[in-house]
């Protein structure tokens, strides 16, 4: 077993997370609206630039994931396999290519967050909830009609909820979170005024992906303000849509699109 | 609103639950077993006797529901519908009649305790999880070969946990649950030696049920001990069978069968 | 073993709650206010009557406890005995005496609920935290200037908060919670549209209690609504005071009041 | 507002940690015990060497904190201040200096995760209790005779517990953890099959303290494993003793022993 992750041991069976590729079975509920662009372009550090069309557009996405290593035990022992996500993406350019980049993410699980730190996902620790659609009874079948919620909160505060309900099939799920991601990894000097130890912009995607229809439907969505989240500054100013898909994707690694400064 | 449970407010909208009829969508995962009838019999208290049959046997169920009133918002604040349960199952006879009995059970929320209160359950905190079926990835499909896991852990100690394999449809999802549920609704006095205020045995089914096809297959079951839990003394001597099913159930009261003794 | 509370078993060992009596060991931030006396008489079903004197008088109570059974053995494995809880008394007369009453409570643990459960508190799940004392570094020590926060939150939604900064010795932790419990224990019937199984009228109070000297300081209290929550309806209306206090408190038992109507 | 840690944003208020000094108030309970040198010793990579003497010697220590930033606003919600861990620490030689070393940690919250990242500890999520000490009723005051219990679990299994009863006062509060820290902070590279990002070796310690007087004591200790836990490798073969201790610390930064080899 290879020592991917800490806490690197002499067989590699304590690694937070095992090495990629990454298999993940998941439900994505995602909301498009538009803000104010400069508060999109104040989350992108140089040298992304605002995206050259829809500066503004954001979209907020739940995830209701299962996900696995290459070897797939963790589908046997699911507390290590299940977690949800939130997270919230945004567009930029660089080198004259669209990416989509997230800017804020919240998670249920450890190993989750160690994945984040891998890809440059900047996960915190969160309480997320989505409705399951299931083939009885009063949740939804996935279709015209159906209503999806979804909530999210941090540090016993509520930071987000959706109401999503499903009007027609769609060729997209969405356009905001439809590039290669472009993130920072970013670890601080452990020497107080010197520069970050890393500080490097990577971009990463799907290496392989699967999905049903997209479904494409009307939100209602909240954002409540929170003393260390800055969710809420994301103002909702116009509502674009929202899209409901169920997907599997496999993550392999990424690339380095510029390194560590000296 | 009416007021139903506690706390009992002018409005009736702090109720921890409101008023049945409740609606149930999920999926179960059912392992059967048998294990020394004694065992089973030494659960049963007057007036119940061990059921003519097959004595010994158990059903350790797991359980993903989403839950709601009949007015269905809480299916829109999913942190209030979705809730995990691990229970066990044994029958009993009362009257002539043959009955299921919850003896163990646990979930991961208050309102499904306070339900449990309402009907008998003995419920307790835990922590519990099932792989879920999903059409796309490495999750399993429902269908031949699928492979489900299933765990339990109370006060952070795993107690219980299952892999169940898929192999054909079969035309029940098991026996051990498929009776009305006699249980005791017991609250002991608030006066020291005196008589329990409420000791009586009631009855309950669902009263609206659908379900899609059930599923047969084998399991491996394994039951860990605790030192406040008794679930590995109903020790697991023979396999029987497992099921999986996808089920929608309505329960709206049941009646009683022998009221608390004066 | 005595066969207390569910589950019950032959050897008594799963109840989720030993018999009384039960011992407490816990800090005490009190924060008492007043509403409108219509808010606090409209909780109080009859034959109990709003206290003749200072009728809207509101305690806002958090305790952070260890608690174990008379064996003491939870106190080593202290999942099995640490807990907090956030809770809300009022007074009320009945039969020419003043009673305090917990009108909504919410608490992190099962054992918890369940002993609510006997002496009738209508006890919830929720995240609650206050500041500890601590005799070094900047958490507080308890004295002149010492601050403590203090918040509560249940279905992902923060309900209240608190922050209590100490000003001197008091003679008093409070008079809102210092008269003996007047509590409703209440069971609907599992038979719809019949009269509730269990609507009683009890009283109890501490068997021994034991405490450090209390302190009175100031308070800013906020308090948030939520859809299943009534806690704000208890509007801050005009601040009291508030108190910490260290204390013990053995509980065992208590007395009916009033029997459930035929 | 700095912008420390991610996410970082335009004002830094949502950074999962401020820039330190990061102050702590808490409780320590440490369990020293000798296993077989060579399980120490494989999880020590080069340029680390055994420590000369005593080179099997492990301590198992539990924390209670209440943390915050130089501002100190977390300890007024609480939530965000107080957090608990349990971690693993050896000892290893470097540069003819003795380090102490933390191999397993685990924490349950997330910006004592961040924190951990920062400096060096390989933190998971983990569930973590200990007795906690209390003037009042059974819960112990702190001094001979006094019994505090200690417990971890990750992923709903137990992975350790222990029972402490103090002696004595002691001169130290145990050995093992008593150096600066010898960590590795790692981030392995986002390109598969390239060298590790950053594999630093980082060396850190209390830049302030102040403890109460440490207590000696008899332990009883147990490992329990784990799929992905490597703990009870770590065998209990000699135990030397335990300590408890309350203690205030300020950590404010480290230094690189040995930077990330190009």
């Known amino acids: 077993m ?20 990454w298999y993940y079975s998941g439900d994505l509920l995602t909301v498009e609206y538009r803000t104010d662009p400069a508060r999109v372009a104040e989350l992108l550090p140089p040298p992304l630039e605002p995206a050259p069309d829809d500066p503004g557009a954001v979209a907020l996405i739940w995830a209701d994931w299962q996900s696995s290593s290459a070897g797939g035990e963790e589908l046997l022992d699911p507390v290590r396999a299940q977690y949800k996500e939130a997270f919230v993406v945004v567009r930029c350019a660089f080198g004259g290519r669209t990416y989509s980049r997230c800017v804020y993410i919240w998670v249920d699980k450890d ?12 996960k915190k620790l969160g309480s997320i909830h989505q409705t399951r659609p299931h083939p009885y009874g009063r949740a939804p079948r996935i279709g015209p009609g159906a209503r999806f919620g979804a909530t999210l909160a941090a540090a016993d505060r509520r930071l987000a909820q959706a109401v999503v309900t499903l009007r027609e ?8 979170n439809a590039h290669p991601m472009a993130h920072h990894r970013v670890l601080p000097s452990i020497e107080k005024g010197r520069r970050d130890t890393v500080n490097e912009l990577i971009s990463s995607g799907a290496a392989e992906f699967e999905g049903g229809p997209a479904w494409r439907g009307d939100a209602e969505l909240e954002l409540f303000p929170a003393p260390t989240e800055e969710l809420a500054r994301l103002t909702v100013d116009e509502m674009i849509g929202a899209y409901y898909r169920q997907v599997a994707v496999v993550w392999d690694g990424g690339t380095v699109l510029a390194p560590t400064p000296p």
Chains 1, 2, 3, 4 share one sequence.
């Not at 290879?2 to 590729?21: C, I, M, N, Q």
């Not at 967050?113 to 440059?120: D, F, M, N, P, V």
């Not at 099939?169 to 905001?176: L, N």
């Open 169 to 176: 099939e769609s060729a997209s799920g969405g356009f905001v």
């Open 111 to 122: 190993f989750a967050i160690a994945r984040g730190l891998h890809q440059g996902y900047p």
């Open 2 to 21: 290879e020592r991917f992750f800490f806490p690197r041991t002499a067989t590699g069976a304590s690694s937070l997370v095992p090495a990629p590729p």
